[in-house]
């Protein structure tokens, strides 16, 4: 027997407080394995109906047509009458109708111990705890600024606010922030939606964001829903919000404004509940003044900032972050005891981390995963700072640095090159493989680009 959405309907019969008591007290399953029906409606329920009890000395259950509709309506299940006085006649028409058996209050009670405790015996075990969340604890360091973020996310946890704006250099930390808001507020029990607005093509961002009507434009073969509309009651994380087209602000402005939602190819509106955090590298204060960022747009986002400073003003955090790092890939790379040595770790408290957290990260992770001992040195950390070609067992990440202004495709497609080239130390075969594109092809890219000259005259 399937006995994770198994149920029994119950149509008429009115069990005593002290039957219900006892059921309850003596099932766990009853109260919601029980559906008890006052009106003759034979709509099914949400779950498989085995069996089906029926009240027949009321007079609107024991009619005809509804014991008929409940049969055929509920064909899987076995439907059980009760009376007080049964009677040969009657068991007779209800047979006919659908019902296979006919029972005393008593027995009718029994029946269900029955039904209750099978389902009892053969229920599934309990499904396994969800991973828990990333909450205040997540955010390390014990600096003032980071003490400082952590009183202030404290603070919004009992508040509903629309909208937040995170501000903070590459690697940061931004969007650990905008977990740990939406894991400790009032919206946790809803979805959290990050979007890179970086990865969004312009001629996109209102279909993903909105969602579009079937035939909406070519290529809407179906109805789509927006993450604005997925985000419903939780909240929406903009990353990167400063790269966002002038076109693509306005469309944000308009659905932060009145908190309406229409979607593309649709007529009517609908309203939205979602709280929006952004974040940005940017200055958008000079992106405003350069006009490349609205300033109406910048004061619904920013009713609320958290700036987070980059890791080189906060040399007290590292200890903290490297011990954090350390328990974390010892654990994934099942390299127990491994340490950093005192002076290691004072040499990572001197260097200026251009990455920020992100590149401590990284930097930790390659010393564990290439210790072959215990403790991981000065010498160490030396090593894993410099800018050798990295290894296939280790991971990478590129992140390209677009300025206010904008970028051409001509540029990204030099960054990825140049990035894939040092990773494979300037292996122009490798580099083409990893890339899928031909030899020729990277070389036209080299001729155009510079690059290699760049290089060569390093």
């Known amino acids: 027997?399937?006995?994770?959405?198994?149920?029994?309907?119950?149509?008429?019969?009115?069990?005593?407080?002290?039957?219900?008591?006892?059921?309850?007290?003596e099932h766990p399953l009853?109260?919601?394995?029980?559906?008890?029906?006052?009106?003759?409606?034979?709509?099914?329920?949400?779950g498989k109906i085995p069996v089906v009890f029926v009240d027949l000395d009321d007079p609107s259950f024991a009619d005809s047509a509804f014991l008929l509709s409940l049969s055929t309506s509920n064909k899987q299940a076995k439907v059980i009458g009760k009376t007080v006085e049964p009677?040969?006649?009657?068991?007779?028409?209800?047979?006919?109708?659908?019902?296979?058996?006919?029972?005393?209050?008593?027995?009718?009670?029994?029946?269900?111990?029955?039904?209750?405790?099978?389902?009892?015996?053969?229920?599934?075990?309990?499904?396994?705890?969800?991973?828990?969340?990333?909450?205040?604890?997540?955010?390390?360091?014990?600096?003032?600024?980071?003490?400082?973020?952590?009183?202030?996310?404290?603070?919004?946890?009992?508040?509903?606010?629309?909208?937040?704006?995170?501000?903070?250099?590459?690697?940061?930390?931004?969007?650990?922030?905008?977990?740990?808001?939406?894991?400790?507020?009032?919206?946790?029990?809803?979805?959290?939606?990050?979007?890179?607005?970086?990865?969004?093509?312009?001629?996109?961002?209102?279909?993903?964001?909105?969602?579009?009507?079937?035939?909406?434009?070519?290529?809407?073969?179906?109805?789509?829903?927006?993450?604005?509309?997925?985000?419903?009651?939780?909240?929406?994380?903009?990353?990167?919000?400063?790269?966002?087209?002038?076109?693509?602000?306005?469309?944000?402005?308009?659905?932060?404004?009145?908190?309406?939602?229409?979607?593309?190819?649709?007529?009517?509106?609908?309203?939205?509940?979602?709280?929006?955090?952004?974040?940005?590298?940017?200055?958008?204060?000079?992106?405003?003044?350069?006009?490349?960022?609205?300033?109406?747009?910048?004061?619904?986002?920013?009713l609320l900032t958290i700036e987070i400073p980059p890791l080189r003003e906060r040399p007290d955090d590292i200890p903290e972050l490297v011990s954090n790092y350390v328990r974390f890939y010892s654990t994934i790379y099942d390299k127990p005891g491994i340490n950093f040595t005192e002076s290691a770790v004072a040499d990572m408290q001197g260097h200026p981390w251009p990455g920020n957290v992100r590149e401590l990260c990284n930097v930790v992770e390659r010393a564990v995963l290439l210790a072959q001992g215990g403790s991981i040195s000065s010498r160490d950390i030396s090593a894993a700072l410099k800018r050798t070609r990295i290894s296939a067992a280790e991971r990478q990440k590129l992140t390209l640095e677009i300025p206010p202004q904008g970028i051409t495709m001509d540029q990204i497609e030099q960054q990825v090159v140049k990035h894939v080239l040092n990773m494979f130390g300037w292996n122009k075969t490798e580099a083409a493989r990893f890339l899928g594109i031909s030899r020729p092809r990277l070389r036209r890219i080299l001729d155009m680009s510079g690059l290699e000259t760049d290089r060569r005259s390093r």
């Open 87 to 302: 009677s040969l006649d009657q068991a007779m028409r209800v047979a006919r109708l659908g019902v296979s058996e006919i029972l005393t209050p008593e027995q009718c009670l029994n029946r269900l111990d029955e039904f209750l405790t099978e389902l009892e015996t053969c229920a599934p075990d309990p499904a396994p705890e969800k991973p828990a969340k990333l909450g205040i604890e997540a955010l390390v360091g014990v600096s003032p600024q980071i003490c400082e973020i952590r009183k202030t996310v404290n603070l919004l946890s009992e508040v509903d606010f629309p909208s937040a704006l995170i501000l903070g250099e590459t690697g940061t930390g931004k969007s650990l922030i905008s977990k740990i808001l939406h894991n400790t507020g009032i919206r946790a029990d809803h979805n959290l939606v990050e979007v890179n607005c970086s990865a969004i093509p312009d001629e996109l961002f209102e279909s993903e964001l909105f969602g579009h009507r079937k035939g909406a434009f070519t290529d809407a073969k179906s109805e789509k829903m927006g993450l604005f509309e997925y985000a419903e009651n939780g909240t929406l994380f903009l990353d990167e919000v400063g790269n966002l087209s002038a076109s693509a602000q306005a469309k944000l402005l308009k659905i932060l404004e009145d908190k309406k939602l229409r979607k593309v190819g649709d007529v009517g509106e609908k309203d939205v509940n979602v709280r929006v955090i952004t974040a940005t590298n940017l200055d958008l204060s000079q992106a405003i003044e350069a006009e490349k960022f609205r300033e109406d747009l910048y004061f619904r986002l920013n």
């Open 30 to 46: 009853a109260q919601k394995r029980l559906l008890f029906h006052t009106f003759a409606d034979t709509k099914p329920s949400n």
């Open 1 to 25: 027997m399937s006995t994770r959405t198994e149920k029994a309907a119950i149509y008429g019969i009115v069990l005593s407080e002290k039957e219900r008591s006892r059921l309850e007290e």
